[in-house]
């Protein structure tokens, strides 16, 4: 009898923790036992166009029906009869698409509110971050177990381990490709999953050894190639040696050289990030434009690896003043981050106290080549990922999301291959076989766009953009009204208010800086 007394009471327990939606204020809350969104066009995130419009029913955090509502479909089916659940979204006029996938990002330190990038993320559609253990990486995985639980208001989060992180081995052990499985393993028993070798780049053997030991025991690599050792392994080398993605821009240019070397001027220091950035650019120039669009592009493709670009980071290089005055600075950029930007050599990313003509035109060369492999590495067929690298040099998180889209675009990919690079490209890059489409047996992580954003990519901005009606007027669209993540619907005009908030104190009593000083009303 006290058995099933007990039985009774844990079922009692389990139906009222379990049944009702968790609150988060009045941020967010679910999940639902059944979410039904009705009458909203899907963008399935697989490079299709727009098909819809769709009742989509979600249960707990998994789509599980798509009924189409279409006119033609409806009158063959003979039934208009409409799903009902505990809560319902009317999607006239919304575009569902999945959650965005960002594979490189930064949570950078306190004075910046954590909360702050989670709710610009979740804003601007993003569900899913990749980020640098900027705060540590006992308090990132502390984090992405929060957030798997949806104990905090978060996008799910995969924390980049390096190499032989928490691994009580000699750094001689770690270096020696023999040990590489074993320090896989004990990686990945306390939870690894992305694990960075930039650092083993010195070594083909080793870093080789590497993306084979973390690939073959479920997880994937990610490689920032640095310019110390691109003589060793460049882009080319890191995809034969089996690397899952190469981040940002370096070792293509060098992968088409004359020489294996870069030619760098002899006073070149690669801790003088002021040279360092200048000669990343400069490096594109003295690339050979026809092997790196033929040979080194059907190379990349070859052998498989993915490209993640990051070019909103870089942008800030081919015009400096234009990433500075930036219109969301003002309201929606923490002060941290404007300090973090602002030219000092103190800091990481922060190296324009010198930048001249010369280097802009640099990088907007290297912008337009990069552009050509990225959009050449597409067209053979290669996988083109998405990221942002923001937080560091003028990107802010969440709006930085929406220009790295426009600037995929700009290479020449279509809206929809841009579309599916942030979602389903990089969920299989990831290796998470249910995310990254709108579809049944999938898991509820969605972006409900306030217009279509394969039309116009700057919808999926939190102000939208201007646009005409059915009637030739112009109106403003709403940006990402809801972003679901794992079944949790988000009121997202409340989260750029509390953004706001958090923004404008961290600016109380702040004065003009050295960019702005020349611009001060007297």
């Known amino acids: 009898m006290k058995r099933f007394f007990c039985f009774l009471l844990t079922l009692f327990i389990i139906k009222n923790v379990y049944a009702s939606p968790k609150r988060f204020g009045d941020l967010a809350e679910g999940p639902y036992d059944k979410l039904v969104i009705q009458n909203i066009m899907v963008i399935p995130g697989h490079g299709g166009p727009p098909v819809g419009p769709y009742d989509i029913v979600i249960e707990k955090n998994m789509i599980t029906e798509m009924t189409p509502f279409d006119p033609v479909t409806a009158e063959r089916r003979g039934d208009t009869d409409r799903a009902k659940g505990d809560r319902l ?43 640098a253990a900027d705060r540590g990486l006992e308090a990132g995985m502390s984090e992405a177990e929060k957030s798997k639980k949806n104990e905090i208001l978060a996008p799910r989060l995969f924390p980049i381990w390096g190499w032989g992180r928490n691994v009580d081995m000699t750094q001689v052990e770690k270096d020696d490709p023999k040990n590489a ?71 293509y240019g060098e992968s088409s050289l004359d020489h294996n070397v870069q030619d760098f001027p002899r006073d070149y220091n690669y801790n003088n990030e002021n040279a360092r950035f200048r000669h990343a650019g400069k490096v594109w120039v003295d690339a050979d434009k026809e092997r790196l669009l033929s040979e080194v592009a059907d190379s990349l493709v070859a052998y498989g690896v993915t490209m993640l670009p990051t070019r909103v980071v870089y942008e800030a290089n081919r015009d400096i003043v234009r990433s500075q005055s930036l219109p969301w600075h003002k309201k929606y950029t923490h002060q941290a981050l404007i300090n973090w930007n602002l030219p000092n050599p103190a800091y990481h990313g922060s190296y324009h106290y010198d930048w001249t003509s010369d280097d802009e035109y640099y990088w907007y060369y290297a912008f337009d080549l990069w552009g050509d492999l990225i959009y050449e590495f597409n067209k053979r067929g290669g996988r083109v990922a998405y990221g942002t690298d923001d937080n560091y040099i003028w990107a802010t998180p969440g709006f930085s999301n929406v220009r790295e889209l426009q600037l995929l675009r700009e290479s020449g990919l279509h809206n929809l291959e841009v579309i599916k690079s942030a979602t389903l490209n990089s969920a299989q890059t990831l290796r998470q076989k249910k995310l990254g489409l709108v579809r049944p047996g999938y898991i509820a992580d969605l972006a409900l766009v306030d217009g279509n954003p394969a039309y116009n990519l700057r919808f999926l901005y939190s102000f939208g953009a201007l646009t005409l009606d059915e009637n030739g007027e112009m109106i403003r669209t709403r940006g990402v009204v809801h972003t679901i993540k794992d079944g949790i619907v988000t009121n997202n005009s409340r989260l750029m208010e509390e953004v706001a908030k958090m923004v404008k104190e961290s600016k109380r009593g702040i004065g003009t800086n050295a960019v702005t000083e020349p611009f001060k009303i007297k």
């Open 89 to 131: 979204i009317d999607g006239t006029g919304l575009y569902a698409m999945p959650g965005m996938t960002d594979l490189h990002m930064h949570l950078r330190k306190e004075p910046m509110e954590i909360e702050y990038v989670y709710y610009l993320k979740l804003a601007h559609g993003v569900t899913t971050l990749v980020p």
């Open 181 to 251: 499985d074993k320090i896989v393993r004990r990686m990945i028993a306390q939870g690894a999953h992305v694990v960075s070798v930039g650092g083993q780049a010195w070594s083909q053997e080793l870093f080789g050894a590497a993306c084979k030991a973390v690939w073959e025991n479920g997880g994937i690599t990610t490689v920032h190639l640095p310019p110390s050792s691109n003589a060793v392994v460049h882009a080319v080398d890191a995809a034969r040696l089996g690397v899952t993605m190469i981040e940002h821009h370096y070792g």
